[in-house]
């Protein structure tokens, strides 16, 4: 099929049906700031026909976490119904249908759909079981030619996987658009996909649920033991396996198992999909998980009044007290950052728990290699959906390299597994690897040709793994400078979340000196868990413990000069964060030149929860910030109570586009990215575009105007009716007191404009002062033992 351009643009968007996909997906088109139709049955019992799509909506946006970035956002979402809004559509360049799973009732949809779309426009279904050809069928050429699934997981803000499912009728021209603007519009891994029962995520994914479940009752293993060692262990979600149940619900799980033990009536691992029987006793009891408040656990209120989960006995049928799982012969391995040595090593266990993994992963390893190219041609659109659709760090086949290609190959033979034959193929040929890294291409082993080709889907992007082990120029033991070429550095934190303390403030420091005498411009990213968790708080508790201000000051000195000198380095400096940039991090981000935030990244200084201020820089910038919106002609108190709640309530975006909202990034000098693959790329073009221009270091600011003694006797009054009504503790009102105290300039009779050196220097004596106190040290204390934020 001739390939064409990716020229179908999209700009409306109707989603048909209100449920709870449905509504998620309006709302993430909404998040893209897409204008959208959201429909569904009429309600012929209220008066308000739109009562059931309204319903629905406003039980989408209040659950938590939250398919909008802003709640604002709502207003591009537009309501209807089937009977009297059909017309919406026909001004529409793409309409998803997000109905009940029954194919005549979808075949009725699409018979108005068709009478009422404009000719050229995208449809499709988000069916996630239904052939996508039936659905089709009876439709006119311009249809057919138009239509094919999009697959999006729940929920569509938070998971990356879109599947794509054409048909053989559907244009190239709109599955190319649709991968293209699923990658770089919506922020997805966008995986080409076979009409096929589950498509490839669930297909593969449900395979090893199931596969667990059958293992977990053949050995009599604990709901408890199965979720530690199928959780974060191994690279998989919180979630792990039964909670990941309950969470999608038992009834789905059961239903796409059913489906495909009926479907594939030749698949030889058939009989895995035929669930145990405590399962369908479960759905029979209305125990669906999640949904219904009781699956494999249940959340009640012990007899103190507090939340209390409890775990279903699978011998009794009986909810019981949680049982911690603990398996001494891991305890060293746990401590295994990599990924793949760790698995590897739980791998060649020996005993029980090794068995279990070589049981479990090396049937997923054979069914996933059956499967090509039955479900999909190309081995990497497997890992690429078991890793966006249900949070693996590897897919199969990562995993299988990890574990070694030989190793997993003896066992398939010893548990007498079906092996694909390609994979006898490239045993034959002495082919052991998967993927392949050249010049910075991935490269993966094509079954049809028996040679590697290059990724397509992953160009545009950068390999940060690659390029860290091939062009690092200098690093200690936190923090790596890589060249990402064309004269541009990356800076990388790999401390313990990524923590900033004094080896990343030395690394930031010779990163920037080598940058301006050799290099045009700077890049911080990294692909950690959290972009960084702030300032090493450990650090500043033991300073503060002995008492040691000369040192601390030092410290915070340190601190305070290395975000500066990002502010006012010689070449442009692009941050790129994603998920936590708490604290010190946000300081960071405030004084790069740029930020390129990934739209799931958290913004905030959360100084306060530790019993402190910002202190590297961050008060001073907050300072700065109200000043220059005051000379935009804001409301001198109204603009100063806004970045002073901010701060001293530690408010922390739920996303990129809520940091603007808070402060914390700013419109025409922040932007926000949607697919984190694509961040670095990008990061690396901005940063060297500001070179090219010929980049400028600002001047030092002379010209912070403060408001002195007019905001602090507000913010003083404030804090002191917060306590007196018990919303704040006496160190609270203390804090609130002394940040007041830098954002006003300190005490002046009246509006003052002064230097960010003064500033400086405000807020780092502010900061000692509040180290000094006890109840800070105890905050400080809880946060390095027990992680938790104290109130006091």
Not at 141 to 150: A, I, Q, S
Not at 239 to 259: C, F
Not at 275 to 297: D, S, Y
Request: glycine share 8%; charged share 25%; net charge negative.
């Amino acid at each position: 099929m001739k390939k064409m351009k990716n020229n179908k643009k999209i700009q409306k968007v109707a989603v048909l049906g209100s449920g709870v996909m449905g509504s998620r997906i309006a709302c993430h088109f909404a998040n893209i700031g897409l204008e959208v139709y959201l429909l569904d049955m009429p309600d012929k019992e209220e008066k308000d026909v739109n009562a059931l799509v309204k319903k629905h909506l406003k039980n989408a946006i209040k659950t938590n976490p939250s398919p909008l970035y802003s709640k604002s956002f709502s207003n591009r979402i537009t309501l209807g119904n089937f009977e009297d809004n059909k017309d919406m559509i026909s001004d529409c360049d793409w309409v998803i249908e997000a109905i009940i799973e029954k194919l005549p009732i979808k075949q009725t949809l699409f018979e108005w759909v068709e009478q009422y779309r404009k000719p050229g426009s995208i449809v499709s279904s988000n069916t996630s079981g239904i052939p996508i050809h039936l659905m089709a069928e009876g439709r006119t050429e311009d249809f057919k030619k138009h239509f094919l699934g999009t697959h999006f997981f729940n929920p569509p803000r938070y998971l990356e996987l879109l599947e794509i499912i054409p048909t053989e009728d559907t244009e190239q021209e709109v599955i190319d658009s649709l991968m293209d603007f699923g990658q770089k519009n919506l922020g997805k891994r966008t995986v080409l996909a076979k009409d096929t029962p589950a498509f490839i995520g669930n297909r593969i994914g449900v395979f090893g649920i199931a596969s667990i479940f059958k293992q977990t009752f053949e050995k009599s293993w604990t709901i408890e033991e199965i979720d530690f060692l199928t959780g974060p262990l191994i690279g998989h979600p919180k979630s792990a396996t039964y909670r990941t149940a309950d969470v999608v619900g038992l009834d789905t799980l059961a239903m796409v198992a059913q489906g495909l033990s009926e479907l594939l009536k030749e698949d030889p691992y058939r009989k895995y999909f035929d669930l145990p029987g405590i399962v369908k006793w479960m759905v029979a009891e209305n125990k669906l998980g999640a949904k219904t408040g009781e699956g494999f656990f249940k959340k009640i209120k012990n007899k103190e009044g507090k939340s209390e989960i409890l775990t279903l006995d699978f011998e009794t049928k009986e909810y019981r007290e949680r049982k911690k799982a603990h398996f001494p012969e891991i305890d060293l391995i746990i401590k295994e950052e990599n990924l793949g040595k760790r698995i590897q090593k739980l791998y060649d266990l020996p005993g029980r728990v090794g068995e279990f993994y070589k049981t479990t992963f090396t049937e997923l390893l054979s069914y996933a290699a059956l499967n090509i190219p039955n479900i999909s041609n190309t081995l990497y659109s497997i890992d690429d959906a078991i890793e966006a659709g249900f949070g693996w760090e590897m897919g199969p086949f990562k995993l299988w390299e990890a574990i070694g290609f030989d190793k997993v190959l003896k066992e398939m033979r010893k548990q007498e597994l079906h092996i694909a034959p390609w994979i006898e193929k490239m045993e034959k040929e002495g082919n052991k690897q998967f993927y392949k890294f050249t010049d910075g291409k991935q490269l993966y082993y094509d079954q049809n040709t028996a040679t590697y080709k290059e990724n397509t889907t992953r160009k545009g992007q950068l390999d940060f793994q690659y390029l860290k082990e091939n062009h690092t120029i200098w690093s200690n033991s936190e923090l790596s400078v890589i060249d990402l070429g064309d004269g541009i550095l990356n800076v990388a934190f790999h401390s313990k979340m990524n923590t900033i303390g004094s080896e990343i403030l030395a690394g930031i420091n010779k990163a920037i000196d080598i940058a301006e005498s050799d290099y045009k411009g700077i890049v911080f990213y990294n692909e950690g868990s959290n972009f960084s968790a702030g300032a090493n708080v450990g650090l500043i508790f033991m300073m503060a413990m002995d008492e040691d201000l000369d040192e601390l000051d030092f410290a915070i000195q340190l601190f305070q000069n290395t975000i500066m000198r990002i502010r006012y380095a010689t070449v442009p400096i692009i941050a790129a964060p994603h998920q936590m940039a708490l604290g010190g991090a946000c300081e960071l981000l405030m004084h790069a030149d740029h930020v390129l935030a990934h739209a799931e990244t958290y913004i905030g200084l959360v100084e306060f929860g530790v019993g402190v201020i910002p202190g590297g820089a961050g008060s001073k910038e907050m300072a700065q910030r109200i000043s220059d919106e005051l000379t935009e002609g804001g409301i001198e108190l109204d603009v100063f109570r806004k970045y002073f709640m901010t701060v001293a309530q530690a408010k922390v975006s739920t996303s990129a586009e809520e940091a603007f909202e808070l402060g914390y990034l700013q419109k025409g000098r922040d932007r926000v990215i949607m697919n984190r693959s694509l961040q670095l790329a990008a990061a690396k073009e901005w940063c060297l575009q500001r070179a090219n221009e010929g980049y400028q270091a600002p001047a030092k600011r002379k010209n912070i105007k403060v408001l002195g003694n007019q905001a602090l006797g507000l913010a003083y009054l404030g804090a002191s009716s917060m306590q007196e009504g018990n919303y704040i503790s006496k160190h609270d009102q203390l804090i609130s007191e002394q940040l007041a105290y830098v954002l006003a300039g300190g005490d002046l009779s009246t509006p003052t404009e002064v230097s960010e050196d003064y500033l400086l220097q405000l807020e780092r004596n502010k900061f000692l002062r509040l180290c000094m106190e006890r109840k800070t040290l105890e905050r400080l204390q809880s946060m390095v033992t027990k992680g938790k934020i104290l109130r006091n």
